[in-house]
């Protein structure tokens, strides 16, 4: 079984999306859909998202 490193990838942020549309959060829009999930895999890169100030914005 061979499968590209760049498909599983794209299968974890698709999956990661999937768990943020639950059935507290089934209105997001699109949008705020894409961005929780784009800044979800960016919390994986250490140093990329400074933890601290996203958690002070909250």
């Known amino acids: 079984l ?3 490193a760049a498909s599983v ?6 999956s990661r999306g999937g768990l ?3 059935k507290l959060r089934h209105n997001l829009s699109d949008e705020s859909t894409r ?3 784009v800044l ?5 890169i ?3 998202v400074p933890q ?5 914005l909250f």
């Open 2 to 4: 061979f499968t590209l």
């Open 9 to 14: 990838d794209v299968e974890r942020a698709f």
């Open 20 to 22: 943020t549309v639950s």
């Open 35 to 37: 961005a929780a999930t």
């Open 40 to 44: 979800a895999s960016w919390t994986k």
């Open 46 to 48: 250490p140093g990329l």
């Open 52 to 56: 601290q100030e996203v958690v002070q």
